[in-house]
T-cell receptor, first 117, second 113 residues
Framework: DAGVTQSPTHLIKTRGQHVTLRCSPI?????VSWYQQVLGQGPQFIFQ???????GRGNFPDRFSARQFPNYSSELNVNALLLGDSALYLC????????????????FGPGTRLTVL | GNSVTQMEGPVTLSEEAFLTINCTYT??????LFWYVQYPGEGLQLLLK?????DKGSNKGFEATYRKETTSFHLEKGSVQVSDSAVYFC????????????FGAGTRLAVHP
């Protein structure tokens, strides 16, 4: 079975530009989360989407936005890119949103490496 | 707030040595705990998990026990291989919320022949 897929693999942009990253979840998974991993650090939560609605948002500026489509794939958009946005952007999918007393394991894609010059 | 603290790396071991990577957490409520591994140039792979106190997660020779009394989830392996060289992340998620993972900073493991 196919895992989480992300595109593109690598991307180079200049300051001020915008970027769109794409993610396809594991078949049957309805929840997608986005994380930013700066070199040498652990991933930081950006967004979670479930059933096409935003269900959680991390401490990121409004330049970051996302959406989820009817087929549960997702896009992450970043406007007015800054040098500090250079990072590995990871997408993770899970069956459903977290529920009381349940554990919903998240499975990660290979990531998109964004370099801002 | 909720957080995860891991021992700083890099951890350098010879093949067949015993591995321990320490992880402690601070959390409100009852977290589930995870270890993810990241090989060079790749995304994260789930290594093991534990969802309640005293649970032991295990996979590929790695083990970790959820210790509520010490708020710890240390990763262990009895005999490491060169192929285990990677960055290991401890993480938690809280039930009742939206399943956000909170990660530690990661611990790099280098295993030499």
């Amino acid at each position: 079975d196919a895992g989480v897929t992300q595109s593109p693999t690598h991307l180079i942009k200049t300051r001020g530009q915008h970027v769109t990253l794409r993610c396809s979840p594991i078949s049957g998974h309805k929840s997608v989360s986005w994380y930013q991993q700066v070199l040498g650090q652990g991933p930081q939560f950006i967004f979670q989407y479930y059933e096409k609605e935003e269900r959680g948002r991390g401490n990121f500026p409004d330049r970051f936005s996302a959406r989820q489509f009817p087929n549960y794939s997702s896009e992450l958009n970043v406007n007015a890119l800054l040098l500090g946005d250079s990072a590995l952007y990871l997408c993770a999918s899970s069956l459903r949103q977290g529920a009381p007393s349940s554990t919903d394991t998240q499975y990660f894609g290979p990531g998109t490496r964004l370099t801002v010059l | 707030g909720n957080s995860v603290t891991q021992m700083e790396g890099p951890v350098t071991l010879s093949e067949e040595a015993f591995l321990t990577i320490n992880c402690t957490y601070t959390a409100t409520g009852y977290p589930s705990l995870f270890w993810y591994v990241q090989y060079p140039g790749e995304g994260l792979q789930l290594l093991l998990k534990a969802t309640k106190a005293d649970d032991k997660g295990s996979n590929k020779g790695f083990e970790a026990t959820y210790r509520k009394e010490t708020t710890s989830f240390h990763l262990e392996k009895g005999s490491v291989q060169v192929s285990d060289s990677a960055v290991y992340f401890c993480a938690l998620t809280l039930s009742g919320g939206y399943n956000k993972l909170i990660f530690g900073a990661g611990t790099r493991l280098a295993v030499h022949p």
